[in-house]
């Protein structure tokens, strides 16, 4: 009962206290999971973040999904899909209420354009964060920079779909090439 109230209230946290969506939060969600708590490895994080990007739903709610089965199972998935989940359904039934009356109030709109901009950077500090872990290979870097250049020069309603099976399809033949040249020899 104890581990499912620490990780109930670890994903609060997180939910909490970051603003800008799923990619604001891995930077936090990586400190608390990984560094702090230690519920899961560097390169587990990187497999749920690929889990989690790569199924239906937002990401740090699939994140908080992840990690609640492996430390509490299906009640631990619950809590922390609740817990990451219920700061952000206050708020924005709260806003909701008044949202007219928020946008004529110049404080509140200079307030989200700078958190735009810190949403930006912490983003960015993720993917850094998430890069100096991955290998350096010729694939990784051909993967990153074809979705790079995808991502800010190509118009297409299924990017993101295509980039991850394409993604998928060339690291699964990678993993087989290499395969088969550790047998070979």
Request: hydrophobic share 55%; charged share 15%; proline share 2%.
């Amino acid at each position: 009962m104890k581990k499912l109230l620490e990780l109930f209230l670890t994903f609060l946290k997180i939910g909490a206290f970051t603003f800008g969506g799923g990619y604001a939060m891995i930077p936090l969600i990586q400190h608390e999971i990984v560094e702090k708590k230690k519920w899961l490895t560097d390169d587990e994080m990187i497999d749920m973040l690929t889990i989690a990007e790569s199924t239906p739903g937002v990401i740090a709610v699939n994140s908080a999904t992840f990690v609640g089965y492996k430390i509490g199972g299906l009640a631990g998935s619950a809590l922390a899909t609740l817990a990451v989940v219920l700061p952000a359904f206050l708020v924005i039934t709260l806003i909701a209420l008044f949202v007219e009356r928020f946008m004529d109030i110049s404080y509140v709109v200079n307030l989200f354009k700078g958190l735009r901009a810190g949403v930006t950077v912490l983003i960015f500090h993720a993917a850094l964060k998430i890069f100096k872990k991955t290998p350096k290979t010729a694939i990784a870097y051909f993967l990153l920079a074809l979705a790079f250049f995808m991502s800010c020069f190509v118009e297409f309603r299924y990017l993101t779909i295509s980039l991850i099976a394409f993604g998928l399809i060339v690291g699964l033949a990678s993993q087989m090439i290499k395969h088969r040249e550790r047998e070979g020899r």
